[in-house]
């Protein structure tokens, strides 16, 4: 197995209403006769004081013994989990969590069979727990702060190393109508669409796989980053004619970019986003998140107007 990746993104909420979003990732690489090696992401997102903050760690051993599921400890950053039931721990500078969560939803398995074939680039087992109730501790600036809030999980593993030579946007959609979204679009080094695939799991935990003719996925304004010089897509829109599902994605802040070539050789954007859109003729809401790649090594916006 070349490539493995266990990675949450939520929302938190503090008793007072305040929301932070969080990343929380942790990837495997293996590669020959080399000893595994693991790195690690956590950010936090504090849209009401504009400030968005991230660590990494990384090294090997980081697999720890368990009868079931997962779990890891990376230089006192923990992740455990199995049937639902998961606790995440990391600490940075001003910002730590100490998370349990439990799924609430049965997992949902992408490309209808939890395996995405990617061509010549390889293949990937892939599936997401897209709704997941968290309870725990938030520590700001020492203040350790009890929050609610929801997860998302994705787990995806096989033998590839890149998709496609450009770079990816992924979508992850809780809406509050209790519908959940999540689409891929992986694009080649000059923007074309290399493969698309999205599912759509209802309140209910039904997952319903969608072939790219089935979604529209619109870019409609751009950021440009005064750290790397990058510019990513910074909102879009998203139709599903056949929910009769129309959203617009509008990150909370724009500045969530990681620059992570210490751990991973990968500056990325994964920032939390609000929704807001109609579902035939009634309105919804709800929260996300989204992950970008490719654009800091050059893949162009393209805008549709």
């Given at each position: ?13 503090t008793e ?7 990343e929380?990732v ?6 020959g ?7 690690s992401h ?7 004081e504009e400030e968005f903050v991230?660590a990494?760690?990384f090294?090997?051993n980081?697999?720890r013994?368990t009868?079931a599921?997962?779990a ?6 923990t992740m ?9 721990a ?7 969590i ?6 609430t939803?049965p997992p949902a398995?992408?490309?209808e ?8 680039s390889?293949g990937s087992y892939?599936y ?6 968290v309870?725990?501790?938030l520590t700001?600036?020492?203040e350790?702060l ?13 033998d590839?190393?890149t998709?496609?030579a450009g770079?990816?946007?992924?979508f992850?959609?809780q809406l ?11 694009r ?7 493969t698309?695939?999205g599912t759509?799991?209802r309140p209910?935990?039904?997952a319903?796989?969608l072939?790219p003719e089935?979604?529209?996925?619109r870019t409609?304004?751009?950021?440009t980053s005064p750290?790397?010089?990058?510019t990513?897509p910074a ?6 004619p ?5 959203l617009t994605?509008t ?5 969530q970019?990681l620059?992570t070539?210490t751990?991973t050789?990968v ?5 939390e986003v609000?929704?807001e859109?109609?579902i035939?003729d ?9 992950e970008?790649?490719?654009?800091a090594d050059?893949l162009?916006?393209?805008l549709d107007?």
């Amino acid at each position: 197995m070349l490539t493995e990746w266990w990675y949450y993104t939520g929302h938190l909420f503090t008793e007072d209403g305040t929301r932070y979003g969080f990343e929380y990732v942790i990837f495997q690489a293996n590669r020959g006769a080399f000893p595994p090696y693991f790195a690690s992401h956590f950010a936090i997102t504090n849209s009401a004081e504009e400030e968005f903050v991230y660590a990494e760690e990384f090294g090997p051993n980081a697999i720890r013994e368990t009868e079931a599921g997962f779990a890891f400890d990376l230089n006192g950053w923990t992740m455990r989990g199995a049937l639902g039931e998961d606790h995440l721990a990391a600490t940075m500078d001003r910002y730590a969590i100490d998370l349990r969560l439990t799924a609430t939803k049965p997992p949902a398995l992408h490309d209808e069979i939890g395996y995405v074939d990617f061509g010549a680039s390889g293949g990937s087992y892939y599936y997401s727990r897209t709704r997941i109730d968290v309870t725990g501790t938030l520590t700001v600036d020492g203040e350790a702060l009890a929050v609610t809030g929801e997860a998302w999980f994705d787990h995806q593993w096989g033998d590839f190393i890149t998709v496609g030579a450009g770079g990816w946007d992924w979508f992850s959609v809780q809406l509050e109508d209790g519908n959940d979204l999540t689409i891929s679009l992986v694009r080649d080094n000059d923007g074309t669409l290399v493969t698309a695939y999205g599912t759509l799991v209802r309140p209910d935990g039904e997952a319903v796989h969608l072939d790219p003719e089935q979604f529209v996925v619109r870019t409609t304004d751009t950021w440009t980053s005064p750290h790397t010089g990058a510019t990513w897509p910074a909102r879009w829109e998203i139709e599903v004619p056949s929910e009769a599902l129309v959203l617009t994605i509008t990150p909370t802040m724009a500045d969530q970019e990681l620059d992570t070539r210490t751990s991973t050789d990968v500056i990325y954007w994964e920032g939390e986003v609000l929704i807001e859109g109609t579902i035939g003729d009634a309105p919804v809401n709800g929260l996300g998140y989204v992950e970008l790649t490719g654009y800091a090594d050059g893949l162009p916006v393209v805008l549709d107007e």
